[in-house]
């Protein structure tokens, strides 16, 4: 039997078993293919915008250009909880009520790093972990020009309880540093980590 023979999933409805401040844990019953009924639990953040072509944060892929340098990427690493030890990662943030993706990337951009920057493209909402979490995103690529004043001596300002060390990585060098960070004992987020496969694929593709 294929999948297009066959019925398709269907959400019914969702259910709160606990909330906190940042984040719910819920039981989403939903109908599969063959139509049973199945329950699954879920993470999910109380922030979650209510617009389906708004994600609830915004990852920020930021490259650093300078004349007669090569072109650096921006990472940030900072001590995350639910893994008891540092990540690396894109800036990032949540999307603030009544606030677009691009002007929250604008602004987390700002504020983690110092760094004013241009936006070139935003993604679509993208799914984060969608075996666990409901947790969305929008991918945002931004351009910062290092050799406009403004960008000279950046400062950060983070907000209160978050402290995040900035990283300046040659984007020729990012998968060689990131093997580097995690031989240290950091975890490297995966979206970082992919992005720096595919730079390797770009560079050297296989021979066939």
């Not at 639990?41 to 990852?59: L, N, Y």
């Not at 931004?142 to 060390?165: A, H, L, Q, T, Y």
Request: aromatic share 8%; glycine share 6%; charged share 30%.
């Amino acid at each position: 039997m294929t999948f297009e023979s066959q019925g398709m999933s269907e959400f019914i409805k969702q259910e709160t078993i606990h909330k906190e401040k940042w984040l719910s844990l819920e039981k989403y019953t939903y109908k599969d293919p063959n139509g049973q009924e199945r329950v699954w639990e879920v993470v999910e953040r109380t922030t979650k915008s209510k617009q389906k072509d708004i994600g609830d944060a915004v990852g920020i892929v930021a490259i650093l250009k300078r004349a007669l340098h090569h072109d650096c990427i921006l990472l940030v690493r900072q001590y995350r909880p639910p893994i008891k030890g540092y990540c690396i990662e894109f800036p990032a943030g949540l999307i603030d009520k009544n606030e677009t993706p691009s002007e929250a990337a604008i602004r987390e951009l700002k504020e983690e790093t110092g760094y004013s920057g241009i936006i070139e493209s935003v993604s679509p909402v993208v799914s984060l972990d969608p075996g666990l979490s409901a947790s969305t995103i929008h991918l945002v690529n931004m351009r910062i020009d290092g050799d406009d004043p403004i960008n000279r001596k950046p400062v950060s300002n983070p907000d209160d309880g978050e402290f995040i060390e900035v990283f300046v990585v040659p984007v020729n060098e990012l998968r060689l540093r990131l093997d580097k960070y995690s031989s240290k004992g950091d975890l490297i987020d995966a979206r970082v980590y992919t992005y720096a496969l595919l730079l390797d694929q770009q560079n050297h593709p296989t021979e066939l």
